[in-house]
């Protein structure tokens, strides 16, 4: 697969000001084309999706420990999802961790490490960090290779709190000196949750941790064919949790999400992603 047929959502480069949230289609070719190591149906079944109490903590959690940043069942197990660099997230400490995409990648690669700010990453070549935020002075990973300095990174620093709480993590000198600030290509998101920005190119963290790492392999590695799909596996459950009860219940989505409420992809029904293989292949069939 060339990066090029990978999947991913991305703003239209004939009209990159176009604002309207992509088609379902469009959602389903990108969901579709990622290439998960199990189904989403394992999350489904009885036995997965039932809370239960975590072994270091003792709190009641749903498929991981997100404190703990453990998974509670041998279904849902640790992947181990290999990188070829070493990210490292740092969260708000007012932030719930509940609401933070980047424990899944902790969950799912003992590659990522978690910090809670004021806790940062010790880094002792930012010349080998890139810096992932939105900055005046931030560069493409096209620019980057260009220059020759991407081969040489072995870091990605991520900042994963609400816009607004970011601004205060991101002016915090320390913070700034973690590496070469990066910006990511104008990929869409699919987070569900309110965001004041409006705009659809803030990207949920584990979609910009997964989409950089794709960049990065694309410019300075053999095609891409999936090796970091898994990163995605409970954000695109979630998503797909959530597009099913708004169908199925025909409940009304709050239009704050974006500019429409087209956030809910009604014309196509996502829950054939949360059925057992079998099913998807009667369904098929029949």
């Known amino acids: 697969m060339s990066d090029d047929d990978a999947p991913s959502i991305k703003r239209p480069k004939e009209d990159p000001n176009e604002t309207d949230l992509v088609t379902g289609e469009k959602v389903k070719e990108f969901i579709d084309g ?42 849902v197990r640790a992947r181990d999802v290999k990188l070829p660099v070493k990210v490292h997230v740092i969260l708000h400490h007012a932030e719930h961790r509940g609401k933070a995409t980047s424990i899944h990648s902790a969950v799912l690669s003992s590659d990522v490490t978690l910090y809670t700010h004021p806790e940062i990453p010790s880094i002792k070549d930012p010349t080998k960090s890139l810096l992932v935020y939105p900055s005046e002075r931030a560069q493409s990973i096209e620019e980057l290779q260009a220059e020759g300095i991407l081969d040489n990174i072995e870091h990605l620093v991520f900042v994963d709190s609400t816009w607004q709480q970011a ?65 995605l596996y409970f954000y695109i459950n979630q998503w797909a949790v959530i597009q099913r009860s708004y169908i199925k219940k025909k409940r009304s989505f709050t239009c704050r999400h974006q500019k429409s409420d087209s956030y809910i992809k009604k014309e196509i029904d996502f829950s054939y992603l949360l059925e057992p293989p079998e099913e998807k292949k009667k369904a098929t069939e029949d």
């Open 34 to 75: 990622l290439k998960f190591t199990q189904p989403l149906s394992v999350l489904q079944e009885a036995e997965v999706s039932k809370r239960r109490e975590c072994p270091k903590c003792g709190k009641s959690k749903q498929y991981y420990c997100y404190d703990c940043v453990i998974p509670l069942n041998n279904k």
């Open 167 to 231: 601004k205060g993590i991101t002016r915090d000198d320390r913070v700034k000196s973690l590496g070469i600030p990066v910006k990511l290509n104008d990929y869409r998101t699919l987070f569900w949750r309110f965001q004041n920005t409006g705009d659809d190119r803030f990207l949920a963290t584990i979609e910009a941790i997964y989409y950089l790492l794709r960049d990065m392999h694309a410019a300075r590695s053999p095609p891409y064919s999936g090796q970091y799909d898994d990163l």
